[in-house]
Each structure stands twice: as C-alpha cells, then as structure tokens.
C-alpha cells in the first residue's frame, strides 16, 4: 500500500490529481485532508512508460492526452480511465526508436482543422523537431478511432534535439527548445516561425555557455511575448520577444539543471525545481528569491504544476513521491509515495462539480429510500410498544394472582 506522511499544518484541500510513471501506470489522488490512492490504471509495462501528458480540464466531457515510450497516443477520460482513442505517431515504414519519441503533447480547446464534435485537436513534437497537428476521431471501439482528415506536419529545428515545448493560454502560439537549438516562438495559425533566441555572450573568462534548454513556460496567460526557460546549466532566463532577442533577466538557481518550471496566476512568480531535488519561488522581474520550499526532496524533480484555483502546487520526480505544497508559507501539506519514478502530474480540477451533480435517477431513489425508512420508523415503534404493553399485561395478572393466594391464606 502507498505510504502517506502528514506534517502539522491545516490540511490538505480537497483536489484530485493524476500521475504518470515510467512503467505507464495512472494514478488518481483524490485529497480530503489526506491524500490517497483511489485507482490505478493500465499494467505495468516500461514500454508504455509516458512520456508527455496534457489534460482538457473541463466539466463536461473532459479528456486527457499520453504519449508513450512505444509511440502510441491515447486520449482517455480523467473520470474513469476509459480509452477514447489510440493512435500511432510513428509511420509504418518507420521503427519505433527512443531517438525520436514524443516529447511535447498538447490537447486544444478549441475545434481545429474543421474538427467535428466527436474529434480532438492535438499537438505533437518529437525530439528531431517534428511537429504535427492532427484531429483524433474518438469513437466506442478503438478500431474505429484514428486520424481524421490531414494532419499539418512541420520541423521545428534543422539539428538538436528538442527537449521542451509549450502552448500559450489562448492556443495561438507554440515554443520549443532543446539540446542546441534556441528558443523559438512558432504561429500554429500560419505554422510559421516568428521571433528565435539569441545565445547570450560569452562570460569574463571567455567562456561560452552551450544552449542547453530543459524546461519552459509561458509567464502569463494573456500575454504571449514573456516566458521562463530552464537550462542544463542551472540558468533560469526570462525572454521578452517584444523587447530583444537576449535574456531580459538571467541568474543562476542552485548547481544541477533546471527540470521542471511552472508559472503563478499572478503573472510573475515562477516556481523551479532542479536535478538535486531543489524547489523554489522566485519573483521573475527582478529575479529574487522569494524562499525554498521546506522539506527536502530526495529525487530529480520532474514536473511541478499550480492549481488554478486553490493556494498549492504539486511536485513529483524520481524520489516516487507525490507532494502537495501550500504558496503562501510554502510548507509540506502531504506527500504520499507511489513506488515508481514519476514523470508527470497533472490536476483535475472540476471533479468537485462534477461529483455536486447526482443523477435524477439516483436523486428518486433516495428519496423513496427515506420515506420508507420515515415509514417504518413508527411502525417499529409501535411494535415496541405493543411487546411493551404485553409485558405488563404479563405482570399484572401474575400480581393478581399472588394477591388471591395471599388472601385465601389469610381467611
């Protein structure tokens, strides 16, 4: 069984998390005070170890996104696990190879590609920078699910490797980095490259730093010109593509590389986390230190994610924990431990609405079930006292009787 640890703080909120591991296992965290493990879903298998996931956080009809080590793409539904559609990314000419695996995943909310309303959207990126859009049928059976209509496919980077990629809030603009290739901002509307980093100069000593992206994210949600990148070399930058094609801020976080960035709803804090097991909150305009997290991680940090709508952020990693943090004192609310590596987390954020909607069915029978128990209760009673009064029907006549024998000994 997963061991939970609490700590003494007020409790965790009540919230509902899903992780991803490197034997392709989904797990569902629901949270009331204690976080546990309520399902488990697929069988453990290293090659359908997931490696990008996206989710549709909506209330009705959500789904989520996985990409797996052998190159399959599955939409499922968050709610109950059912797969909804499967599709290959790789060609049938093609071998599956961890060279050009899937590394960015991205569900859209909005139709694309004159998707109908049985379809999905998704983006894809591999690590040679192959990027496709392409609409997912979702039908019963699995057979029936696949590509829709064309696909639009474009590269990304002449050479490297891609490493990250992210999607703005309003879905209209793209950003990948990687292993020698710079930071580059894409129009998915036109499938066009708009703006590309430029390295930064070499240091004191003359030193060049070797571009080295690990992790990346827009800062805010309406502004698409402001990200955050993480770098191999512990370096955390902010870029504006409005104002140069160079770092706006640059500073060093710790001495092991970026892994995971995460932006804030308030548009300018950004929580990090590194390959030692560091997580942090910084205040990305002047790039101060706001205070580290308490309680040490023993495990690479891979994915660190904000919840839109309450006052904590989820970490996972190699360390097989899940942790759940409170921003503001930035203490350990909970932490519960999933026994393998984990790759990705994710949060549910519409499953308290969904479970305040009971059927009207269930709603029916409820109801006759307390009108019959408001039925029998008198009916009980009355049982009762009826057993009650025989009792004492029981007892009088036995007095009676005692009190004849006494007076006949008497006369």
Known sequence: MPRTTTLECPGCPSLRALTFDILGLIKVIEAKEVPKVVERWGEPDASRCVLATSILDRQFDPLLGVARRNGLIEVLSPVNGDVRASISNQNQSDKVSEDNSVIGLHLFRKERLDSSSRSCTLLTCTIKGQASMKCVKMSKSLEDSGVEGTQTAWNVSGSGSILCSKVDADENYALFGGKGVEVNIWDLNQCAKIWTAKSPPKNSLGIFTPTWFTSATFLCKDDHRKFVAGTNSHQVRLYDISAQRRPVVSFDFRETPIKAVAEDVDGHTIYIGNGSGDLASIDIRTGKLLGSFLGKCSGSIRSIVRHPELPVIASCGLDSYLRIWDVKSRQLLSAVFLKQHLSSVVFDT???????????????????????????????????????SGSMKVKTKKRSKRSKEDISDAA
């Open 350 to 388: 519409k499953f308290s609405a969904r479970e305040a909607q009971v059927p009207p069915q269930q709603q029916e029978t409820d109801e006759t079930l307390q009108m019959e128990e408001e039925e029998g209760m008198p009916v009980k009673r009355k049982k009762s006292s009826k057993e009650h």
